[in-house]
């Protein structure tokens, strides 16, 4: 099987790269930590113009009707940039209940509304339901507006945690599947935030000087930067190999979406390990900007599925397989 990505991917995520690039990504979490989400709302009216929002809506409701390989390729780079807001709701859960309870809005979606989600027992709060027009509460697998309740504390400020309770009943969907999506994307979302504090870090460690030598030349900070760049290659075969498994239908999927889910997790967390450790004190700070991506990778570690949740759905299908 063969997971390298085609050139119409390699210019998607160019271009959702170029767009968030020109933006000033730190100022615009920055602002919404403090609730200002003017900033942000420009940044994901910009990204539907390109299509992100409306990736998973068919075209008949005014979308790409793409696929699970397209979403992840446009998730990475919005992970890459750490964009605040629902971003795997919006792009990929929401899409999926709505096209079985409600069709008629996904439009919305589709043209840039913001869209969260909550569903006990793995997705208890729904995350920034204050800026979003849309909140949904999966319960049993009935999907209803969610009415919003007082907000709860999270590790990273870009992501507001709200209760939901049941409002009007808009169906029933089928939420194995929309989990998977969710659980997909955030994988796709913590591997672009592993990618740039990677990154971040290795230009970091080729400019800081200590007793007169550059860190980076230390072969101990060498082989901690090495280990992060081999376990975020080495998560990546298995978030497009989960994707390709979601698109074609897989009887593996779950499998295959659990173990990128704990790949991707893990790769992250270590690429974060590092970074705040090569950037020393200075890491732990709120003032610099390395922290929005280290409280975001800590936050969606456990979004969408613990790693022991998803550890245990890998080794279920495989002792089933026996």
Known sequence: MRFALDSSH???ASSIDALLSKADMP????SWNAGDTGPGLEVWKRLAETGVNGLLVDEEHDGLGADAVDLV????????HAVPGPVVETTAVAPALLATTAPDRLPALASGDLATVAAAPHVP?????????LALLVDAGSVSIGQIGDAKASVDAARRLFPLTA???????DFDA???LGALATAAQLQGLGQTLLETTTEYAKQRKQFGRVIGSLQAIKHHLAGAAVALEMSRPLLHG?????RDGSPNAARDVSAAKVACGDAAYLAARVGLQVHGAIGYTQEHDLSLWLTKVRALATAWGTPAMHRRRVTAALVSAK
């Open 125 to 133: 709060y729904a995350v920034d339901a204050d800026a979003a027009r």
């Open 10 to 12: 390699q210019d998607f």
């Open 242 to 246: 989960a994707a390709l498994a979601v």
């Open 73 to 80: 390729v446009a998730i990475e780079q919005l992970g890459r």
């Open 178 to 180: 929309a989990f998977d």
């Open 167 to 173: 409002g009007e009943v808009l169906g029933r969907s």
């Open 27 to 30: 100022a615009v979490i920055r």
